[in-house]
């Protein structure tokens, strides 16, 4: 395997990075600060607005696609350092307009979508007018098995009505969200993994209800947000389907393993981004009268979390490799190791940064609380360890059985 960056990749790597020195890091405290203290915590601080025109401008924009004419038509192995110099600060990716799920949700516009919704939602979603929500979890099944889902979607004449209750759809508060992607059952006496439809439902459809913002860890995210939200009697055109009924299932398969390989690659930055600062921090602490850069331990947290980061680094950039080689179906097994690895390995290295921190690590101060937060979602977000882990187990058991077999 050759992991050399290219030299279309190193110089968007070059650029990426001073990008985020000059305007990114130093807007973190603004952007927060307008949450914390705006009037109405559910709009967009100005300073997004600002740094987005200036990517734009700057062409470092949409890089998250790959061979597409829509983005810059990286590969995944490009894309993946790129996304995690984007992923060293909570609010980067969506600078360069690479934040989930709108990344996730403009592929499936790019895969499955009609020409009429590429134009409707597709291109605002490019051009970053416009943000989006995708409604899969359910409060009342296990959402981590998709077929699960209760949300009817039921055809009437030339509309489809839906009824159901979803949750964690991450964005759905965000002002700018116009469009939501839902996935829904639409015959509940078909095959197994043919049960399921996702269809487009406007936010302001009659009968959406946005009924409260979920909390994670106390924080409601705003402005982004994480919406429990009721459709009741929603109707909107048959024109809406994706792909068609029953492709739901096949839909939110391509859809989930790209967007959780990103998950991965923004939390290598995260994590890369606290080993930096517990550096720095064992530099200029002093305690029991001498650095924190010479007490052991410290040194022992540093190494270890080295060698994890390049661990999960060289996992990533291999499943990137698999998938851009032999397709993201194929690759399955390898999304699967990286998404079980990478957050944990950043939730215990950012874990490490906060304790060499003291009280300062668990403060607005410093990013670590919130990547701390970020790291321990992932860890259930977009199927918990404990499906990847026994959707991975089973395909190798059934893997060496077959060999033996032959």
């Known amino acids: 395997m050759d992991f050399t960056l290219s030299e279309r990749t190193r110089s968007i790597a070059d650029r990426l990075t001073a990008f985020m020195e000059e305007h990114v890091y130093p807007a973190e ?9 705006a009037a109405d915590r559910w709009t967009i601080p100005p300073v997004m607005e600002e740094l987005k025109a200036k990517a734009r401008e700057q062409g470092l924009w949409n890089l998250w696609l790959p061979q597409s004419d829509y983005g810059k038509g990286l590969t995944n192995l490009e894309y993946a350092p790129l996304s995690e110099i984007m992923g060293r600060s909570m609010i980067g990716a969506e600078v360069f307009n690479c934040s989930a799920p709108d990344t ?23 051009e970053g007018r416009i943000r989006s929500a995708f409604c899969m979890t359910e409060p009342e099944v296990a959402s981590s098995d998709a077929t699960n889902v209760r949300c009817s979607i039921v055809a009437d004449g030339d509309s489809y009505v839906i009824n159901g209750r979803k949750w964690w759809a991450s964005g759905a508060l965000d002002p700018r969200c116009e469009i939501m992607i839902v996935m829904g059952k639409s015959d509940p006496d078909a095959e197994r993994h043919k049960q399921q439809s996702m269809i487009l439902v406007p936010t302001a459809t009659a009968g959406v209800t946005m009924v409260r913002p979920m909390q994670v860890f106390g924080h409601d995210d705003a402005p982004h947000g994480h919406a429990e939200i009721v459709l009741e009697n929603v109707r ?63 040194r022992e947290d540093i190494a270890r979390s080295a060698c994890e980061i390049e661990q999960a680094r060289l996992l990533t950039l291999a499943a990137a490799d698999r998938m851009d080689r032999e397709g993201n179906k194929a690759a399955r097994d390898a999304v699967a190791m990286i998404k079980i690895v990478a957050p944990s390995m950043a939730q215990t290295v950012i874990d490490r940064a906060i304790q060499l921190f003291g009280a300062m690590g668990v403060s607005q101060d410093t990013f670590l609380a919130e990547a701390w937060k970020y790291a321990r979602t992932i860890r259930i977000a977009d199927g918990p360890d404990a499906v990847h882990l026994m959707t991975l187990g089973r395909h190798l058991l059934r893997q060496h059985g077959m060999a033996r077999q032959a």
């Not at 080993?275 to 530099?283: F, G, K, V, Y």
């Open 236 to 298: 909107v055109p048959r024109e809406n389907m994706l792909l068609g009924e029953g492709r739901g299932f096949e839909i939110a398969q391509g859809r989930l393993g790209p967007g959780r390989i990103h998950h991965c690659m923004r939390l290598i930055g995260c994590a890369q981004r606290a080993l930096e600062l517990m550096c720095q921090r064992a530099h200029q602490r002093v305690a029991f009268g001498r650095p924190l850069a010479e007490q052991g331990t410290v």
């Open 29 to 37: 405290a603004s952007y927060h600060a307008h949450v914390m203290t």
């Open 104 to 126: 996730g949700n403009m592929e499936v516009f790019v895969r499955y979508g009609t020409s009429a919704q590429k134009k409707r939602w597709l291109e605002p979603l490019l």
